[in-house]
């Protein structure tokens, strides 16, 4: 057992884990924050998907004490049912989350990616490393590839994030 102490939502948190707990059950586990969820637990799905420090993560593949002094975003920490954050928001109007499951990770994502575009972070798809990346189906696509959804919701996924990319620019 070992202590590590971070941010999760803006609440500092102290918790003694067993050096293998990974970011993802230490959430879901010692802290109830059960909105990321443990997809496929081997990085491939998405569903797990939390920012730290800003950056999107898978946090299955994370380990807890990775994340000493680290800032942790999960989507209970984007908003409530009351105060939904604008990317939720999208997402409930262009019906972006079909059985819900994939969702939270989603999101965080979502949030991620514009992050990443407005930072100038370059994708795979990137014609011009050297330019200012610009949201477009394509570019969110790539960045999203991470993040699977069985239901197929995928087009209007990308609505939701276009149209919040609009209300940002």
């Known amino acids: 057992m070992t202590k590590v102490s971070f941010t999760v939502n803006g609440q500092a948190v102290a918790l003694s884990l067993d050096t293998r707990t990974t ?8 802290l109830q924050l059960t909105g990321s969820k443990k997809g496929c637990d081997h990085g491939q799905c998405g569903a797990c998907t939390v920012m730290v ?25 984007l908003g409530s049912p009351e105060s939904m954050h ?7 109007r262009h019906d972006g ?16 990616i514009l992050e ?6 370059p994708s795979h798809v990137s014609a ?3 330019a200012q990346p610009r949201v477009t189906p394509e570019e969110i696509r790539e960045r ?26």
Request: charged share 20%.
């Open 23 to 30: 970011l993802l059950d230490a959430l879901r586990e010692h």
């Open 53 to 77: 420090n800003g950056r999107r993560i898978n946090s299955c593949l994370s380990l807890a004490v990775m994340h000493e002094g680290n800032e942790v975003t999960t989507i209970e920490g």
């Open 86 to 92: 604008p990317m939720q928001d999208a997402f409930v």
């Open 97 to 112: 989350y079909q059985c819900g499951y994939c969702t939270p990770g989603q999101i965080c994502s979502s949030v991620a």
């Open 116 to 121: 990443e575009i407005k930072a100038g972070i």
């Open 128 to 130: 011009d490393l050297n």
């Open 144 to 169: 999203m590839s991470g993040n699977i959804c069985r239901c197929g919701a995928y087009s209007n996924i990308v609505d939701a994030i276009t149209e919040v990319a609009g209300r940002q620019a």
